[in-house]
């Protein structure tokens, strides 16, 4: 069974280890990581506006440059980390899909797809890691690429490996949500930032019938 383990740009040290784990229950893995730490560090050093929407980052040409430029950095760390199974590919290359959201710039709102690349990565024992940038090229999300590269794939579980324990809800660890309510949450303004894509597709891929978690919390149908 395959697992698609999401990796966000600040969590990228545990990342190996959590590979390792999953293979040894014997798992094929699949990586999609972000970078937004490191993009919006680089951002702000050449002086380009850092502005997001629900979780999005709003995405003009020069910024795309340094999404990439910043994701083909972690995709090389990973890669190191991991080991020689490692395989690193681009998303825009392998045929990622997304449908362009205009209003936020060059972003686009991913589709489930199957890129063959992928498929024969993981048929052949190795781990691909993949960056979310689309066809396009488009930036994104990472959380929500990675929801919908499991759900092309058919994959058994998604994980997203997060540099906090899990979701927490007034102040609370919670241990389990449900899609629905992780949505109305949502909109009601509970959720905020980073957490609102992440959730949003874990919901998601749980709806699909996928097992989701991030960290500790179990998002379910």
């Known amino acids: 069974m395959s697992v698609v383990l999401k990796v966000g740009g600040a969590s990228t040290a ?3 280890a959590a590979v390792r784990e999953l293979r040894v229950l014997g798992h094929s893995v699949c990586v999609v990581h972000g970078a937004g730490p490191q993009i919006s560090r680089e951002m702000e050093r050449r002086g380009l506006e850092v502005r997001f929407v629900n979780g999005r980052r709003v ?12 994701l083909d950095a972690v995709n090389a760390t990973l890669c190191a980390e991991i080991g020689a199974d490692a395989v690193a590919l681009a ?5 990622l899909e997304a449908e362009q959201v205009p209003e936020l710039g ?3 709102q991913p589709v489930p797809s199957r890129p063959q690349a992928v498929v024969d990565a993981l ?3 190795f781990v691909p890691v993949v960056s979310p940038i689309a066809r396009g090229p488009l930036n994104v999300n990472a959380d929500e690429a990675a929801a919908a590269l499991a759900v092309g794939l058919g994959a058994r579980r998604i994980l997203f ?3 906090v324990p899990g979701v927490f809800h007034e102040g609370r660890l919670l241990h389990s949500i449900p899609a629905a309510e992780a949505e109305r949450l949502i909109g009601r303004g509970s959720f905020s930032g980073g957490i609102v894509p992440k959730l949003l597709a874990a919901a998601g891929a749980a709806r699909s019938g996928l097992v989701a978690e991030i960290g500790a919390t179990a998002v379910v149908a």
């Open 91 to 95: 998303g825009d290359d392998v045929g």
């Open 123 to 125: 048929g052949a024992g």
């Open 14 to 16: 545990g990342a190996a």
């Open 59 to 70: 995405t003009t040409a020069e910024a795309l440059a340094v999404v990439r430029e910043s």
């Open 106 to 108: 060059l972003v686009g």
């Open 161 to 163: 490996l997060t540099d």
